[in-house]
Structure formats: C-alpha cells, structure tokens
C-alpha cells in the first residue's frame, strides 16, 4: 500500500495541516539547529570577505602612496 493510496481517503486538512504541523513538531528542533547553523556559516563567510577586503584595501592604501618600509 503506497502513502499516496492511504492519503487518498483523508480530508483536505490532514493532508495540509496536521501532517506539515506534527513534521513540525518532530523535526522542528533539527530544523532549527540546521538553519542556525547555515546562518552562523554566512555570516562567519561574509565576515571573512569583509575582513579580507579591508586588509587588502589597508596594503594598497599604504603600499602605493609611495613611502618606503621604513616609515612604518
């Protein structure tokens, strides 16, 4: 007996509320802890870009207003 064939004779409802809302219900926390997880991994990667951008942009700055080494 396939889900398809044992979803057929259920209303409307079971199938669009309370199926999605116990999924929900169980899976939530794991649903949860995943999207933190993608978030914290975006933001540590955009932080890194950003900090990467400044510390090239630093060096250009310093390097190319044409002082040597020694004046730092």
Known sequence: ????????GMPWWVKWVAIPALALI???GL???VLAF???????VLLFA???AGLIYVVR????????????
């Open 26 to 28: 169980v899976f939530g």
């Open 31 to 33: 649903i949860t802890s």
């Open 61 to 72: 700055k310093f390097s190319s207003s044409g002082k040597s080494r020694e004046d730092w």
């Open 1 to 8: 007996m396939a889900v398809q064939e044992i979803l057929a």
């Open 38 to 44: 993608v978030v914290g991994l975006l933001f540590k």
């Open 50 to 52: 950003a900090l990467v």
